[in-house]
Protein backbone atom coordinates (compact mmCIF):
# COMPACT_ATOMS: atom_id res chain seq x y z
CA UNK A 1 0.00 0.00 0.00
CA UNK A 2 0.66 3.80 -0.04
CA UNK A 3 1.64 5.30 2.97
CA UNK A 4 4.01 8.36 4.45
CA UNK A 5 5.45 8.46 7.75
CA UNK A 6 7.10 11.87 9.16
CA UNK A 7 9.34 12.71 12.05
CA UNK A 8 7.94 13.56 15.19
CA UNK A 9 6.93 17.24 16.47
CA UNK A 10 7.15 19.71 17.21
CA UNK A 11 10.23 20.93 16.41
CA UNK A 12 11.47 24.14 17.97
CA UNK A 13 14.92 26.04 16.65
CA UNK A 14 16.38 29.30 16.81
CA UNK A 15 16.45 31.60 13.96
CA UNK A 16 19.11 31.12 11.51
CA UNK A 17 19.69 27.47 12.65
CA UNK A 18 19.55 24.56 10.23
CA UNK A 19 16.45 22.54 9.49
CA UNK A 20 15.61 18.95 8.60
CA UNK A 21 12.57 17.04 8.56
CA UNK A 22 12.52 13.57 7.87
CA UNK A 23 10.02 12.15 5.67
CA UNK A 24 9.93 8.21 4.50
CA UNK A 25 7.39 6.63 2.16
CA UNK A 26 6.41 3.45 1.23
CA UNK A 27 4.58 2.94 -2.38
CA UNK A 28 3.87 0.65 -5.12
CA UNK A 29 5.23 1.56 -8.02
CA UNK A 30 6.94 5.37 -8.48
CA UNK A 31 5.06 7.68 -6.78
CA UNK A 32 6.00 11.71 -7.05
CA UNK A 33 6.51 13.33 -3.76
CA UNK A 34 5.45 16.80 -2.36
CA UNK A 35 6.25 18.97 0.30
CA UNK A 36 2.63 21.45 1.47
CA UNK A 37 2.97 23.61 4.49
CA UNK A 38 -0.19 24.90 6.16
CA UNK A 39 0.16 28.02 8.19
CA UNK A 40 -2.02 28.69 11.43
CA UNK A 41 -5.76 29.13 10.31
CA UNK A 42 -5.10 28.38 6.78
CA UNK A 43 -4.78 25.75 4.24
CA UNK A 44 -2.36 24.05 2.45
CA UNK A 45 -0.07 25.21 0.10
CA UNK A 46 2.41 23.31 -2.49
CA UNK A 47 6.06 24.06 -0.85
CA UNK A 48 7.79 22.04 -3.28
CA UNK A 49 8.00 18.76 -5.53
CA UNK A 50 9.70 15.83 -7.44
CA UNK A 51 8.46 13.88 -9.78
CA UNK A 52 11.04 11.01 -10.18
CA UNK A 53 14.34 9.73 -8.18
CA UNK A 54 17.28 11.71 -7.70
CA UNK A 55 15.12 14.74 -8.90
CA UNK A 56 15.83 18.19 -6.24
CA UNK A 57 12.71 20.23 -5.48
CA UNK A 58 13.20 23.59 -3.90
CA UNK A 59 12.04 26.79 -3.05
CA UNK A 60 11.91 29.59 -0.38
CA UNK A 61 15.32 28.32 0.77
CA UNK A 62 13.89 24.67 1.48
CA UNK A 63 15.28 21.64 -0.81
CA UNK A 64 14.63 18.06 -0.82
CA UNK A 65 16.03 15.13 -2.54
CA UNK A 66 13.84 11.87 -3.53
CA UNK A 67 15.74 9.13 -2.78
CA UNK A 68 14.46 5.99 -4.38
CA UNK A 69 17.37 3.87 -2.78
CA UNK A 70 16.30 5.31 0.83
CA UNK A 71 12.57 5.79 0.15
CA UNK A 72 13.01 9.00 1.54
CA UNK A 73 12.41 12.75 1.05
CA UNK A 74 13.79 14.70 3.75
CA UNK A 75 13.56 18.35 3.85
CA UNK A 76 15.91 20.53 4.70
CA UNK A 77 16.94 24.03 4.92
CA UNK A 78 19.97 25.79 6.05
CA UNK A 79 18.55 29.16 7.82
CA UNK A 80 15.41 28.98 9.38
CA UNK A 81 13.10 32.16 10.06
CA UNK A 82 10.08 32.89 12.27
CA UNK A 83 7.95 33.23 9.52
CA UNK A 84 8.86 29.52 8.56
CA UNK A 85 6.90 28.63 11.51
CA UNK A 86 3.77 26.82 10.33
CA UNK A 87 3.37 22.49 9.98
CA UNK A 88 4.84 20.93 7.14
CA UNK A 89 3.40 18.30 5.34
CA UNK A 90 5.07 15.67 3.20
CA UNK A 91 2.91 13.66 0.26
CA UNK A 92 2.96 11.19 -2.22
CA UNK A 93 0.93 10.92 -5.03
CA UNK A 94 0.86 7.08 -6.71
CA UNK A 95 1.13 6.44 -9.86
CA UNK A 96 0.84 2.85 -10.33
CA UNK A 97 -2.36 1.40 -12.31
CA UNK A 98 -3.26 -0.31 -9.49
CA UNK A 99 -3.98 2.58 -6.88
CA UNK A 100 -6.44 5.66 -7.35
CA UNK A 101 -4.77 8.57 -9.24
CA UNK A 102 -5.62 11.67 -8.26
CA UNK A 103 -5.86 11.28 -4.41
CA UNK A 104 -2.48 12.13 -2.05
CA UNK A 105 -1.51 10.44 0.60
CA UNK A 106 -0.33 12.43 3.60
CA UNK A 107 1.53 12.01 6.74
CA UNK A 108 0.92 13.17 10.05
CA UNK A 109 2.30 16.96 9.58
CA UNK A 110 5.36 18.55 11.80
CA UNK A 111 5.08 21.24 13.82
CA UNK A 112 7.36 23.87 13.90
CA UNK A 113 8.30 26.32 15.89
CA UNK A 114 11.15 28.87 15.44
CA UNK A 115 11.87 31.45 17.78
CA UNK A 116 14.21 34.81 17.53
CA UNK B 1 -5.31 35.47 -8.26
CA UNK B 2 -8.50 33.41 -7.40
CA UNK B 3 -7.59 30.41 -5.77
CA UNK B 4 -9.53 27.66 -4.04
CA UNK B 5 -12.58 28.96 -2.04
CA UNK B 6 -14.93 27.53 0.41
CA UNK B 7 -17.77 28.62 2.60
CA UNK B 8 -18.39 28.96 5.49
CA UNK B 9 -14.79 28.78 7.19
CA UNK B 10 -16.54 28.05 10.30
CA UNK B 11 -19.85 25.60 11.22
CA UNK B 12 -20.91 25.00 14.83
CA UNK B 13 -24.00 22.63 14.97
CA UNK B 14 -25.46 20.53 17.35
CA UNK B 15 -25.57 17.18 17.06
CA UNK B 16 -27.72 14.96 14.64
CA UNK B 17 -28.17 18.38 12.24
CA UNK B 18 -27.49 18.49 8.65
CA UNK B 19 -24.36 20.87 7.16
CA UNK B 20 -23.79 21.48 3.75
CA UNK B 21 -19.87 22.90 2.49
CA UNK B 22 -19.36 24.66 -0.52
CA UNK B 23 -15.86 24.69 -2.60
CA UNK B 24 -15.07 26.85 -5.25
CA UNK B 25 -12.12 25.15 -7.40
CA UNK B 26 -9.83 27.23 -9.38
CA UNK B 27 -11.82 28.46 -12.31
CA UNK B 28 -9.95 26.31 -15.08
CA UNK B 29 -9.55 23.02 -12.91
CA UNK B 30 -11.44 20.49 -14.45
CA UNK B 31 -10.37 18.24 -11.06
CA UNK B 32 -11.83 18.61 -7.84
CA UNK B 33 -11.18 16.33 -4.17
CA UNK B 34 -11.99 16.59 -0.58
CA UNK B 35 -10.39 16.04 2.41
CA UNK B 36 -10.75 15.45 5.69
CA UNK B 37 -8.16 16.79 8.49
CA UNK B 38 -8.12 16.15 12.16
CA UNK B 39 -6.07 17.55 14.67
CA UNK B 40 -2.93 16.67 14.83
CA UNK B 41 -3.42 14.49 11.44
CA UNK B 42 -2.76 15.05 7.97
CA UNK B 43 -5.55 15.01 5.69
CA UNK B 44 -7.49 12.13 4.46
CA UNK B 45 -8.74 11.72 1.06
CA UNK B 46 -12.46 11.75 1.18
CA UNK B 47 -13.95 11.70 -2.56
CA UNK B 48 -12.64 13.54 -5.67
CA UNK B 49 -14.39 14.39 -9.32
CA UNK B 50 -13.02 14.84 -12.72
CA UNK B 51 -15.26 17.09 -14.32
CA UNK B 52 -19.09 16.68 -12.64
CA UNK B 53 -18.16 12.82 -12.46
CA UNK B 54 -17.24 11.18 -8.81
CA UNK B 55 -14.41 8.67 -9.73
CA UNK B 56 -13.37 7.67 -6.33
CA UNK B 57 -14.74 7.81 -2.93
CA UNK B 58 -12.86 6.71 0.18
CA UNK B 59 -14.25 4.36 2.80
CA UNK B 60 -14.25 6.90 5.63
CA UNK B 61 -16.93 8.65 3.33
CA UNK B 62 -20.01 6.86 4.83
CA UNK B 63 -23.05 6.77 3.83
CA UNK B 64 -24.57 10.37 5.94
CA UNK B 65 -21.45 12.26 3.51
CA UNK B 66 -22.43 12.47 0.04
CA UNK B 67 -20.26 15.04 -2.73
CA UNK B 68 -22.01 16.71 -5.53
CA UNK B 69 -20.78 18.63 -8.37
CA UNK B 70 -23.30 19.43 -11.21
CA UNK B 71 -22.32 20.85 -13.68
CA UNK B 72 -18.42 20.26 -13.11
CA UNK B 73 -17.79 24.17 -11.44
CA UNK B 74 -18.32 24.21 -7.87
CA UNK B 75 -19.18 21.04 -5.54
CA UNK B 76 -20.81 20.88 -2.28
CA UNK B 77 -20.14 18.50 0.48
CA UNK B 78 -23.13 17.30 2.87
CA UNK B 79 -23.29 15.33 6.28
CA UNK B 80 -26.55 14.42 7.54
CA UNK B 81 -27.45 12.73 10.65
CA UNK B 82 -24.31 14.35 11.89
CA UNK B 83 -22.20 12.68 14.85
CA UNK B 84 -19.54 14.46 17.35
CA UNK B 85 -16.88 12.25 15.34
CA UNK B 86 -17.54 14.61 12.12
CA UNK B 87 -16.47 17.55 13.94
CA UNK B 88 -12.59 18.31 11.80
CA UNK B 89 -11.69 20.67 9.21
CA UNK B 90 -13.09 19.82 5.20
CA UNK B 91 -10.45 20.96 2.66
CA UNK B 92 -11.07 20.98 -0.77
CA UNK B 93 -8.46 21.03 -3.18
CA UNK B 94 -8.20 21.37 -7.08
CA UNK B 95 -5.69 20.53 -9.76
CA UNK B 96 -5.80 20.33 -13.58
CA UNK B 97 -5.51 16.79 -14.83
CA UNK B 98 -2.60 15.47 -16.13
CA UNK B 99 0.69 13.36 -13.96
CA UNK B 100 2.09 15.28 -11.25
CA UNK B 101 -0.59 17.91 -11.88
CA UNK B 102 0.10 19.96 -8.15
CA UNK B 103 -3.47 20.29 -5.92
CA UNK B 104 -4.14 23.73 -4.85
CA UNK B 105 -6.06 23.94 -1.12
CA UNK B 106 -8.73 26.29 -0.09
CA UNK B 107 -8.34 27.51 3.41
CA UNK B 108 -11.15 25.17 4.57
CA UNK B 109 -14.36 24.63 6.85
CA UNK B 110 -13.81 23.94 9.79
CA UNK B 111 -16.58 22.00 11.47
CA UNK B 112 -17.49 21.37 15.30
CA UNK B 113 -20.34 19.36 16.81
CA UNK B 114 -21.95 20.51 19.93
Known amino acids: GNSVTQMEGPVTLSEEAFLTINCTYTATGYPSLFWYVQYPGEGLQLLLKATKADDKGSNKGFEATYRKETTSFHLEKGSVQVSDSAVYFCALYPLDRGSTLGRLYFGRGTQLTVWP | DTGVSQDPRHKITKRGQNVTFRCDPI?????LYWYRQTLGQGPEFLTYFQNEAQLEKSRLLSDRFSAERPKGSFSTLEIQRTEQGDSAMYLCASSLTGVNQPQHFGDGTRLSIL
Open chain 2, 27 to 31: SEHNR
